[in-house]
């Protein structure tokens, strides 16, 4: 299980040393990131707790058996998420969208994402751990994938890894 985070550690560190850009760390604007994205997490995770006529959360799936082993599954999922999801299939959709279709940026951006949250609530409903399918949660994982595609293209990948990470977490540990 920690492999898979170690690999992702892996590429960033490769990145990092392939851009040859500066290993600065600024903790004033890390501690706003960190509290953005928490933010952002809080406010998605109400929405959903106030709203369960409309969505409800499906509550199968895997999960595994101790806190920090269920930690890190839900912060590796939300990265991950975010990296497949946001960071190669809504990039690649909005480059597609403006060079090949010839659409403006913004308009590229909406369509984009409403494809990316489709395929991303659907990647929910496939294989062997995959969750049942109903409408509700199909329809909450779909407006959730177009909120994460928002915050992608207005606040970039760091903040929205993270603040699906956190949701994940909220969702896991608190419901």
Do not use: N
Not at 114 to 129: C, D, Q, W
């Amino acid at each position: 299980m920690f492999a898979s985070a170690l690999v992702l550690l892996a590429c960033f560190v490769v990145w990092q040393l392939r851009t040859r850009a500066s290993w600065k760390i600024d903790s004033g604007k890390l501690a706003a990131l960190f509290g953005e994205s928490l933010f952002f997490a809080l406010l998605l995770f109400l929405i959903f707790a106030y709203l369960p006529v409309y969505f409800r959360m499906a509550a199968g799936g895997l999960q595994a058996p101790g806190a920090i082993e269920r930690l890190v599954l839900y912060c590796g999922a939300g990265i991950y998420e975010e990296l497949v999801f946001r960071g190669f299939l809504l990039g690649l959709l909005m480059l597609a969208a403006t060079r090949i279709l010839d659409m403006k940026p913004t308009r590229a951006a909406v369509c984009s994402a409403l494809v990316a949250a489709l395929l991303f609530s659907l990647f929910h409903y496939v294989g062997p751990a995959a969750d049942r399918f109903t409408w509700p949660s199909f329809l909450q994982r779909t407006a959730g994938g177009l909120y994460f595609s928002a915050l992608f293209v207005t606040r970039g990948f760091g903040v929205t890894a993270a603040a699906h990470a956190f949701y994940d977490m909220l969702v896991g540990l608190l419901l």
